[in-house]
Every structure is written in C-alpha cells, then in structure tokens.
C-alpha cells in the first residue's frame, strides 16, 4: 500500500522543516542584505547588523519565521520543504486545510519548542503522529503523493521509451 494519505512520521516531518529553516534562513539573509545595500546607497554609510541590533534582529527574524511558516500553510498547506518531501498539512478529519488554521498553527508551534521540546513528543508517540501546535490548530500532517504511483509512471515512462528507441 503507497503512502498516500497516511499520517507522516517525525523523520520526514523532521527533515521538512529543517529544509525549511534553512530556505527561510536563506530569505531572511537575502533580505537583511538587501536592506543594507539599500541604507548603504542612501546613507553611503555600511550597516552592521551585529552589533547593538542583535536583539532587534532576533525579533524581526522570529516574526519572519512566523510569517513564513503561517503564510505557507494558510496558503498552501505545505511549505517548500513539505511540498519537496510529498508532506502536507490537513485538518484532523483529513479535509483541506482553513487558511486560519495555518496562521493559528504557526502561532501555536512556539509552544511545541518552548518546554524543551516536549511538544513533539506526540509526534513519536500518538498513532497519528500530532505535536501540540497540531491539536491546538486541529491539523494533522499527511503524506500528500503516493511514491508507488510515482515508482510505476516513471516504469512506464521507460517502457514507452524503449518501445519508440530504434534498434
């Protein structure tokens, strides 16, 4: 039986959002860049965002990571990351997801991290694999493509091209 539909497990949730962290990592950097290269146009005058704004900067990046991750969701139901491991994020009863459900689960993911951790738990532990930012959001993370469906187009694919490959 393919995958499709079935609840994803920590390893892929896990590896999800560690490419997601680094893609809005990534973003965030580009942008702070950017801002520097545009005050430093204007000013003539280079910015450091090391020094005295570092606490500032915290703020911002811990906003754009909300951002990101809400917007993603709201939007889409998945982030580039889920999208680019076949994940993504429904309601609990399996039905596409409110887009107030995806803001309401980046707000509540804080929370899963907050207590060391310990709201991931139900992610290795619950059948249905749920941390706490997912029962506060009522959403669950399924597997959204079916790899046996993909293994046998892509057969397909090469017997067709085989059958048309001249001798």
Known sequence: RGALGRHAGAASRF???AVDVIVSGVAFSLGLACISFAIMI?????VSWHTGATIAVGVVFAVWELTYFGYCWAAAGRTPGMALLGLRVVRADGADLDPWRGVVRALAFPLSIIVCGLGFVGILTQREHRALHDLLAGTAVIYSWDARAVQLRRLARRCRRSRLAPD
């Open 15 to 17: 590896t999800a959002y």
């Open 42 to 46: 204007v000013t003539r005058r280079s």
